[in-house]
Every structure is written in structure tokens, then in C-alpha cells.
């Protein structure tokens, strides 16, 4: 299930694939006596595996259930990642009783898309695999979840396919409860229940993130640079500063609690990651985000591609604020940052696209809603509000088609919505040089996304689209 995975993940983590005692090459050992005698043979083999740098356990299915009992009995520097599993709690039972027919189960496996083709063909393969199967639900038929009242010591990673006939009737935040913490989900699109091989490469993608945020939530990660770095090491410590500052993973504020995040406590996963709404912080974007920018710009500056830095949607202005403080750490004084915004917050779309409308994000421009001055104050707090930084305030239809902006070498992307999004890229795309970048920040959400793809495709775009963090991408013009 997991060969290709030490390709996958990289440096990120070493993988070693597990092999269940009666299974595979394993087969010879007897078979375990319940979940628990499972849990303890897996935790067994992580410490002998286990490095200097820690260990993360991930299971798929019912191997959720036995990676976070034994994740119970590891030392606490370590990651669990349960995949495709529903919170035990909830009832992961047994699906058939021993005297299931094996047509049955295997007529169940074909209905949700579970069934390799060249196993199904294998009378004798199957007739095995079949055994294994019902050997795995007998163990868990044995096993008696508790919810135990300590919290796991470790981060833990959700892995949910929205596809998936297996979990389809859950909660996937219900692992929370299981594990006595918050937890960080992350939804698979498609690919049935065996998501986690066939959309490996996603998958690796968040956990590769997710992984990194986790051992150390303060170090700040340069990723995607190519070429050399064009800074000398003061220059390189005030941006690694800044974009500490910037997101407040130095003290930690805690988030704003929303409609589909109700933390009230800072989490630096989710602050790393970009997830959060921070109560203070100067930016929502995460450290990774700001990494790409920062490599983004570096592109830009090393490689001369002509034109300014402008942001679409800019808050509190942390992003801004980090591309102006770029622009001084490399002495440039011939390009401008541009900050476009409301500063009231989103629009409230009555009649535009049906996603937008459904999305409703005017209603929480309490949150949404910063105004110029708050931004300005933001920008001087840093030292960094002078003659270099423009401000385009007003709706995007209104201030966009005649700004005057006239060249730009990175267009940066943060309205959320598809209205928000289309409007920056019609008026402001024609502006960006070849080898430019654009950087959507919501590529993560629907309605974005299809502004992205509808504009690329209306103007024949093909350049990749990069991902970013699972949340953002972007893409480098080449013509
Ligand atoms: C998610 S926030 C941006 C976050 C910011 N880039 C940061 O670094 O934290 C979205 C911003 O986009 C602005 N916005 C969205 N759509 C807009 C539109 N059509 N016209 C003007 N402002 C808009 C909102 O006022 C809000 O400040």
C-alpha cells in the first residue's frame, strides 16, 4: 500500500511501511489476540525505527485504530496521522459477522470501488485476501474503545476522503474527542476509500507539510527556491524575523474563533499552516506562504523580471508588509508594493456567482473589515510605510480596470471569492511581465479555483500551477 511513499515524502520522513504479525511476510507469526496485543507489536517496531528526529505513525482504515493505540504507548515526540477511518468511538464495528458469505463481502468490496481488478479475478488470491479481511474484523469485533481521559501528547493529522462510502457517515473532527486535543483534517477529493494510494501524491503532499510544521513550529522554511540566495545573512535574519512577527508565532495569540474552526487556543499547526484567524497577528497566510513569497520575490529580483508587487485583498496588511520589508532587505528602491482592499471588508454578493453568494463571507466582516488607517499604523509599526507603498482602496471592480499601476512582477491573489479573484486577474494579469508570478492564495477554495481555471482557460494559460501548501498555489508566466 505504501510502496513509492519514501519518494513521496522525501526528506520529510524516512518510511518505513509496517507489517502486520499473519500478514504478508509475516504470514508465519500467529495472528494477533486482540487490537491491543496489535498496538503494542506496532509500537514495538516504531521504537527500534524510531530517530533522533522523532516518529510519525500513519494508519489506513482499521490501521487508524491500531496507529492510535499504540501511539498511546510511544514517547511523545511523535506524530499520529489516522487515515480513512471514522473516530473509533463513533463505531467502527465489524461490517460482517463470521458466518458472512464470502460473495457477500466480496460483492461489498466491488460496490465501493475497493476491489483491485486483478484480484478480483484470482479465485485463490481472493479466497486469501477474504481470510485477512475477516481476520481484521474479527480483532476489531474484540476491541472495546474507551476515550481515555488524557489528551495525546503528540499533533495528529486527520486524513478524511470525501469519497469515502467507509466514513461517509461521520465526523471527522470527532477525532478530537478521541485524542483529547484539536486535531488537523485534511479532506481527500474522490478515489472511494482507497484514497490514501490513489491520491498518494496529495496525501504525501499534506503530511510532507504537516510533518514539518511539526518539528519546529518556529522554524521558518524556504521552499522551491532554485539558484542562490541573494541575501546576505543580516538580510536573511530580519526577513526569517519578520515573518516569525508577522504571523505571531512568537507570542502565540490565539485564533478567532469561526464557523468552521471553533479553536480558541493558538495551535501552531494551524498557524504554520495558514488555517487560522489570528486574533492579533498581522497576517492569516501561515509561515509557508510566506516562504513562497519570499522565493517568489527572490526569483523576481535575481532574475530582473520588471514590475511591482501588488496584493489583492491585503487585511491587516501583514503580506504586504513582508514585501515591503523584502524590498528594503535588498535595497530596491525602484518598485513599488501596491495594497488593494475594501478596507471594509467582503462584498456582499447578491446576484454574482452562486458560490459566492452561498459563501456569504460579508458576514463576517467584523473580522474581515480593517480599515486603511489600522493597515497604515500596521505598515509604520514596522518602519515601513514611505513613498514605495501604495494603497488602492475600494471594491476590486471599482479601483482595479483603472489603477495605476503600470507594470507588475508579482500579482498575489487573497479576495477568496470567485468575483474577488476574476476581477483582480482580468484587470491586473495583462500587467504581469513574462516570469512574473502569481500567487492565488485561496486556491484551496472553491469558488477561487474556478475563477482561476476559467480565466486560464479563456486566455489559453498552460503554465503548472504549483502547489504551495495545500491551501495556496501559484504559477510563474512564461509568455
Ligand atoms: C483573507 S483576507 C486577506 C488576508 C491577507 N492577505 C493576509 O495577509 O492576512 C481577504 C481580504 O480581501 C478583501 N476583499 C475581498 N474581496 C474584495 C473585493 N472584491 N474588493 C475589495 N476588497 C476585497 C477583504 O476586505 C479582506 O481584507
Not at 96 to 111: A, G, Y
Not at 224 to 235: R, Y
Not at 316 to 321: K, L, P, S, V
Not at 331 to 346: H, K, L, T
Request: charged letters at 25%; hydrophobic letters at 40%; proline letters at 6%.
Amino acid at each position: 500500500m505504501f510502496r513509492g511513499w519514501s519518494a513521496l515524502m522525501g526528506d520529510a520522513a524516512r518510511v518505513r511501511p509496517v507489517e502486520l504479525a499473519g500478514k504478508g511476510a509475516r504470514a508465519d507469526e500467529p495472528a494477533y489476540a486482540d487490537v491491543a496485543d496489535a498496538a503494542a507489536d506496532v509500537a514495538r517496531l516504531v521504537r527500534a525505527e524510531a530517530g533522533p528526529g522523532g516518529w510519525a505513525l500513519l494508519g489506513h482504515s482499521m490501521g487508524a485504530v491500531i496507529a492510535y493505540e499504540a501511539a498511546r504507548l510511544l514517547p511523545g515526540d511523535g506524530h499520529l496521522v489516522v487515515s480513512g477511518c471514522p473516530p473509533p468511538q463513533c463505531g467502527f464495528g465489524p461490517r460482517w459477522r463470521p458466518d458472512t458469505p464470502d460473495q457477500e463481502i466480496v460483492d461489498f468490496l466491488r460496490s465501493v470501488g475497493d476491489l483491485p481488478e486483478e484480484l478480483a479475478r484470482n479465485t485463490e488470491a481472493m479466497a486469501y485476501y477474504v481470510g485477512l479481511l475477516r481476520a481484521d474484523e474479527a480483532l476489531l469485533a474484540r476491541h472495546t474503545v474507551l476515550v481515555p481521559d488524557t489528551p495525546l501528547g503528540i499533533p495528529v493529522t486527520v486524513l478524511w476522503g470525501d469519497d469515502d462510502p467507509v466514513t461517509k457517515e461521520h465526523d471527522p473532527e470527532r477525532w478530537r474527542e478521541t485524542v483529547g486535543r484539536p486535531v488537523s483534517v485534511h479532506t481527500v477529493s474522490g478515489a472511494g476509500h482507497q484514497f490514501i494510494t490513489r491520491r498518494a501524491q496529495d496525501c504525501a503532499r499534506v503530511l510532507r507539510t504537516e510533518l514539518a510544521v511539526r518539528r519546529d513550529p518556529h522554524e521558518t522554511r524556504r521552499t522551491g527556491v532554485d539558484g542562490d540566495l541573494l541575501m546576505n545573512t543580516g538580510a536573511q535574519m530580519y526577513l526569517d524575523l519578520m515573518k516569525k512577527v508577522l504571523t505571531n508565532v512568537v507570542y502565540e495569540d490565539p485564533p478567532i474563533p469561526s464557523a468552521w474552526a471553533s479553536d480558541t487556543a493558538y495551535d501552531h499547526i494551524n498557524r504554520g499552516a495558514g488555517l487560522d484567524w489570528p486574533s492579533t497577528a498581522h497576517t492569516m497566510v501561515g509561515l509557508r506562504r510566506l516562504d513562497n513569497l519570499q522565493d517568489c520575490v527572490e526569483r523576481i529580483l535575481r532574475d530582473d523580471i520588471p514590475g511591482d508587487l501588488l496584493e489583492t485583498g491585503v487585511w491587516r496588511g501583514g503580506t504586504c508588509i513582508f514585501m515591503r520589508g523584502m524590498l528594503r532587505a535588498y535595497e530596491v528602491a525602484d518598485r513599488r508594493v501596491w495594497c488593494a482592499d475594501s478596507f471594509q471588508g467582503m462584498p456582499e454578493v447578491v446576484a454574482g456567482h452562486p458560490g459566492d453568494v452561498e459563501l456569504g463571507t460579508h458576514e463576517f466582516n467584523d473580522v474581515m473589515g480593517v480599515s486603511l488607517d489600522t493597515v497604515k499604523r500596521n505598515f509604520e509599526t514596522y518602519g515601513l510605510l514611505d513613498d514605495q507603498v501604495r494603497f488602492l482602496p475600494g471594491w476590486f471592480r471599482d479601483t482595479l480596470p483603472t489603477a495605476p499601476v503600470r507594470r507588475l512582477a508579482l500579482l498575489r491573489l487573497d479576495g477568496d471569492l470567485y468575483e474577488s479573484t476574476m476581477d483582480a486577474l482580468v484587470h491586473l494579469y495583462p500587467k504581469l511581465s513574462v516570469g512574473g508570478f502569481v500567487i492565488v492564495d485561496d486556491y484551496l477554495i472553491d469558488v477561487c479555483r474556478e475563477a482561476v481555471h476559467d480565466f486560464r482557460h479563456q486566455h489559453g494559460i498552460h503554465d503548472e500551477i504549483q502547489d504551495i501548501d495545500g491551501y495556496g498555489a501559484f504559477w510563474r508566466r512564461t509568455s
